[in-house]
């Protein structure tokens, strides 16, 4: 795990923060922020930067739990939840509001790395997924895109599919742009027409 990491600590309790601390600091890492009041967390947050969150908390209700793991961006940065008490519907929020690692039964000093390695690891993963599913619907949209612009070229020219990709490529090396970008052109074009 990168021990130069930015980590902000959401704990109420002064000497189960310390604990934290100490353990997060044995491991190497310097720059910590404990956050004790859970009101400002967003704010806190932004102002710091941090590259992971650690929120502690005995007995989240899932508004609280929601709300926590919102403040605390689990788009944009791994988030890890340690709570004494779960249930089901509690484990599922958590998930769903984008938590990567909720370890039920505390946070214990010895724990803290290895949940922290796996919260880094897991977020990386989604990260990559999510990157993945974007790409493949912009994809899917061009390619939408270039079987209308297709269509329109078979209609206009009376040619087959092939000679209309083959036209709609060579106005897109001719101009210097994308396929898709000729093709999106081409389908506004004459929805402005019709």
Same mark, same amino acid.
């Given at each position: 795990?990168?021990? &130069?990491?930015?980590?902000?600590?959401?704990?109420?309790?002064?000497?189960? +923060?310390?604990?934290?601390?100490?353990? *997060?600091?044995e491991?190497?890492?310097?720059?910590? /922020?404990?956050?004790?009041? @859970?009101?400002?967390?967003?704010?806190?947050?932004? !102002?710091? %930067?941090? &590259?992971?969150?650690?929120?502690?908390?005995s007995? @989240?209700?899932?508004?609280?739990?929601?709300?926590?793991?919102?403040? !605390?961006? @689990? *788009?944009?940065? @791994?988030?890890?939840?340690?709570?004494?008490? !779960? =249930?089901?519907?509690?484990?599922?929020?958590?998930? %769903? +509001?984008?938590?990567?690692?909720?370890?039920?039964?505390?946070?214990?000093? =010895?724990?803290?790395?290895?949940?922290? &390695?796996?919260?880094?690891?897991?977020?990386?993963?989604?990260?990559?997924?999510r990157?993945?599913?974007?790409?493949?619907?912009?994809?899917?949209?061009?390619?939408?895109?270039?079987?209308?612009?297709k269509?329109?070229?078979?209609?206009?020219?009376?040619? =087959?599919?092939d /000679?209309?990709?083959? *036209?709609?490529?060579?106005? #897109?090396?001719?101009?210097?742009?994308?396929? #898709? =970008?000729? +093709?999106?052109?081409?389908?506004? !074009?004459?929805?402005?027409?019709?």
């Amino acid at each position: 795990m990168n021990t &130069d990491l930015a980590i902000i600590v959401v704990e109420a309790d002064r000497d189960r +923060a310390l604990e934290i601390v100490d353990s *997060l600091r044995e491991a190497g890492h310097a720059r910590i /922020q404990v956050i004790a009041e @859970p009101s400002s967390l967003r704010r806190q947050i932004q !102002s710091f %930067e941090p &590259d992971i969150v650690l929120i502690d908390m005995s007995h @989240p209700s899932r508004d609280t739990l929601e709300e926590m793991a919102l403040a !605390s961006g @689990p *788009l944009d940065r @791994p988030v890890a939840m340690f709570v004494d008490k !779960s =249930d089901d519907a509690l484990t599922s929020a958590a998930i %769903e +509001a984008g938590v990567s690692a909720y370890v039920v039964d505390g946070m214990r000093a =010895d724990r803290v790395k290895p949940v922290l &390695d796996a919260a880094i690891a897991r977020f990386r993963m989604f990260q990559r997924m999510r990157t993945e599913l974007a790409e493949t619907k912009r994809a899917l949209e061009e390619r939408k895109v270039i079987d209308r612009a297709k269509g329109l070229v078979m209609k206009a020219r009376g040619v =087959d599919e092939d /000679q209309a990709y083959a *036209l709609l490529r060579k106005a #897109a090396m001719d101009q210097g742009k994308r396929l #898709a =970008d000729v +093709a999106e052109a081409l389908v506004n !074009s004459v929805g402005l027409l019709s």
